[in-house]
């Protein structure tokens, strides 16, 4: 980005200094045009001797002066005097007094004409100077075309290929400075969604070996279930005793067959949740600069007022990545959920915690729903028609307790509000 910078800078200074160089021989050629009149009239002044001089000049030798008028100081027909310094709209006069000696003999007046512009030359400069540009802009556009667009044309097709998973094979790396760190998180995206989804079929493996291994355990209770449910329907045992031995054992397999179940929750939940965390200390400027510096825009888009509180830049403990992706996730569901009018980030600090709030404006949801808000696939009935699975607000909190902090909800007059609690 630096080097691109560069690039406008020159672009400016070229064009400022064509942009002066072009005005200043344009301002010299006026100026020049405008006064060599003047030069060539002081120089016929210098060489005259006396009234008669002045007829034999040889107005030839000079560009701008084609007519030269005496008018003697003793001419006294005010007709003639007038008609001497009236200004002729058809020529360009200039009236010098004449003298001879420090003797004042009357006024010269000379008529002239101003010199046409070198167009030759004023042309030659133009196209120069055009030149100068458009060499520069091909420059730029080589560059940008080697650059970016060549090797952004390679890269076009890698986004379809991920999304269609072809995740195998080596993405070439670019010597762009502009693409070759991007081509570098490519390629570690490209490796991490294999890996990903090498470990996603080990885990469909081992939950489907699970599941039938659970289902040849759960099958023992059940039928013993069903065959003391039987006897019982039938009559079977004939005192007290059995009929209770009986009831007793189908307790005992349905508090076995619950317990299989609560294995197969348990590990389903193990399954979402494999989420590593990274802990470690990082300052709070850091983590807001990641998350403002995309939502302040995406509020601005969605006209919604944003208000950031003054804070301390204290140092946290916790995963600073896995932080950003809790705070995206309260922004996003105050996109979500919220009213769209206003949303407030404000810090403050109890027991040696640092406490992160976001607020946002619109309707709360119920006491009951307000319980349940942090637990796994439980939507309220405010998300009714949106796309979602349940499990944001759930993986904030485990993340949360993996850092060693927590989050917790708080229901406001005109809003909800998320806190998150770092140490």
Same mark, same amino acid.
Do not use: W
């Given at each position: 980005m630096k080097n691109y910078n560069r690039i406008i800078f020159c672009?400016?200074?070229?064009?400022?200094?064509?942009?002066? %160089?072009?005005?200043?021989f344009l301002f010299h050629s006026e100026n020049q045009r405008n006064h060599f009149y003047r030069v060539e009239a002081n120089r016929i002044l210098s060489t005259l001797t006396d009234i008669q001089s002045i007829e034999n000049i040889n107005l030839d030798a000079y560009e701008t002066i084609w007519k030269i008028d005496f008018l003697d100081k003793e001419i006294s027909n005010q007709n003639v005097v007038k008609n001497f310094f009236q200004e002729d709209n058809a020529n360009n006069i200039y009236?010098? *007094?004449?003298?001879?000696? &420090?003797?004042?003999? /009357? #006024?010269?007046? $000379? @008529? #002239?004409?101003? *010199?046409?512009? &070198?167009?030759?030359? !004023?042309?030659?400069i133009a196209e120069i100077s055009l030149f100068i540009l458009e060499f520069f802009?091909? %420059? %730029?556009? @080589?560059?940008?075309?080697?650059? !970016? %667009?060549? *090797?952004?044309?390679?890269?076009?097709?890698?986004? @379809?290929?991920l999304a269609k998973g072809h995740l195998k094979g080596h993405i070439k790396e670019e010597k762009s400075r502009y693409l070759g760190r991007f081509m570098w998180g490519m390629g570690q995206l490209k490796d991490t969604l294999d890996v990903s989804r090498q470990r996603q079929i080990e885990l469909m493996k081992e939950q489907k070996k699970m599941l039938l291994s659970l289902s040849h355990d759960i099958k023992t209770p059940l039928n013993l279930i069903k065959l003391y449910s039987k006897a019982l329907e039938e009559d079977i045992y004939t005192n007290e005793q059995d009929k209770r031995n009986a009831v007793h054992q189908i307790g005992q397999k349905s508090q076995e067959i619950e317990k299989y179940v609560e294995e197969i929750i348990q590990s389903s939940r193990e399954d979402i949740l494999d989420l590593p965390v990274h802990n470690s200390e990082f300052y709070l400027q850091d983590l807001l600069s990641k998350v403002m510096n995309v939502y302040a825009e995406q509020c601005a888009h969605r006209h919604i007022d944003l208000e950031l509180s003054d804070f301390e830049n204290r140092l946290l403990k916790g995963d600073i990545e896995r932080c950003q992706e809790v705070l995206e996730n309260l922004f996003e569901n105050a996109f979500k959920y919220g009213d769209g009018r206003r949303i407030e980030?404000? $810090? #403050?600090?109890?027991? #040696?915690?640092?406490? @992160?709030?976001?607020?946002?404006? /619109?309707?709360?949801?119920?006491? &009951?729903?307000? &319980?349940?808000?942090?637990?796994?696939?439980?939507? /309220?009935?405010?998300?009714k028609g949106m796309k979602g699975s349940g499990l944001g607000l759930y993986i904030c909190k485990e993340l949360m307790q993996k850092m060693d902090g927590t989050i917790f909800a708080e229901k406001c007059e005109d809003g909800m509000a998320f806190i998150m609690v770092l140490r």
């Open positions: 672009s400016i200074i070229l064009y400022l200094f064509v942009a002066v %160089v072009l005005g200043s009236i010098q *007094p004449f003298y001879i000696h &420090n003797d004042f003999l /009357g #006024y010269i007046k $000379f @008529i #002239y004409k101003l *010199p046409v512009f &070198n167009i030759q030359k !004023l042309i030659l802009v091909l %420059v %730029v556009l @080589i560059y940008m075309k080697k650059k !970016l %667009v060549e *090797p952004f044309q390679r890269l076009s097709e890698l986004p @379809i290929q980030v404000s $810090f #403050y600090e109890e027991d #040696y915690c640092q406490l @992160i709030r976001l607020f946002s404006s /619109g309707s709360t949801v119920t006491d &009951n729903e307000f &319980n349940h808000l942090f637990e796994s696939f439980f939507r /309220g009935t405010n998300a």
